[in-house]
């Protein structure tokens, strides 16, 4: 007697599902054929990106966190961030000037926004 395949197990329990059980896997196969078609999709887009950066060296910037850091970006720049859990990054877009300017990369303090005087009145 030859071990059955996982399609042949599948089915066998399939056929002994109650109905909601049944919708509760179909969903999930559904759920599981989306999430490779989007997975595809986004290794596309960094295969791309990875190809781009590596022929235009010039228009990536990386930036690591620190205390007061200050960076202007330009449109055609694509930034690296690699940013602990507890840090924030704030920027401010200046549509004129084309420009990303980065105010602050470092911890997340209580105040912070009241420091770079972006606090709430």
Excluded at 26 to 47: G, H, I, N, S
Excluded at 108 to 114: F, I, Q, S, T, W
Aim: aromatic share 10%; net charge neutral; no cysteine.
């Amino acid at each position: 007697m030859s071990t059955p395949t996982v399609y042949e197990m599948l089915q066998n329990e399939i056929r002994t599902l109650p109905e909601a059980l049944a919708e509760e896997v179909f969903d999930f196969v559904m759920f599981t054929k989306a999430r490779r078609v989007e997975e595809e999709f986004l290794w596309k887009r960094v295969k791309e990106s990875r190809t781009y950066r590596a022929q235009h060296p010039e228009d990536v910037a990386t930036v690591t966190p620190r205390n007061g850091i200050r960076l202007r970006l330009t449109w055609t720049t694509i930034p690296r961030l690699w940013l602990p859990r507890n840090y924030r990054l704030v920027w401010l877009i200046l549509e004129d000037e084309q420009v990303i300017d980065l105010l602050y990369v470092g911890p997340k303090l209580p105040d912070l926004y009241e420091r770079l005087g972006l606090g709430r009145e």
